[in-house]
């Protein structure tokens, strides 16, 4: 079984900046795309920036140019610089990852798991 465990959140002013961390871990052979994705109340859960085993980053629009997005592959975890944060940013935020998972000796499969979330919260 693999798992993803979020940190980093937490209250913060408008302006400020946080940085959230992801790690995952268990029976993975490869990760491939791993991201981040945020739910506010009442609302859906929608993308905030993705990245590639390669390094290439994809962001929602409405945090471009305010978050970064990084990983390091060796530690299987990806990061969220968010600078210039705004109340609008408030939300859950979700580690998702594609990846293989080992299942037996020999047997591999392509599964997608999501983290429980951490809760980030801009208000003064």
């Known amino acids: 079984q693999v798992q993803l465990v979020e940190s980093g959140g937490g209250l913060v002013q408008p302006g400020g900046s946080l940085r959230l961390s992801c790690a995952a871990s268990?029976?993975?052979?490869?990760?491939?795309?791993m991201g981040w994705y945020r739910q506010a109340p009442g609302k859906q859960r929608d993308l905030v920036a993705t990245i590639t085993s390669g390094g290439n980053a994809n962001y929602a629009d409405s945090v471009k140019g305010r978050f970064t997005i990084s990983r390091d592959n060796a530690k299987n975890s990806v990061y969220l610089q968010m600078n210039s944060l705004k109340p609008e940013d408030t939300a859950v935020y979700y580690c998702?990852?594609?990846?293989?998972?080992?299942?037996?000796?020999?047997?591999?499969?392509?599964?997608?798991?999501w983290g429980r979330g951490t809760q980030v919260t801009v208000s003064s």
């Open positions: 998702n990852a594609d990846l293989s998972e080992r299942i037996s000796y020999s047997q591999s499969v392509d599964a997608n798991y």
């Open positions: 268990g029976m993975i052979i490869s990760i491939d795309t």
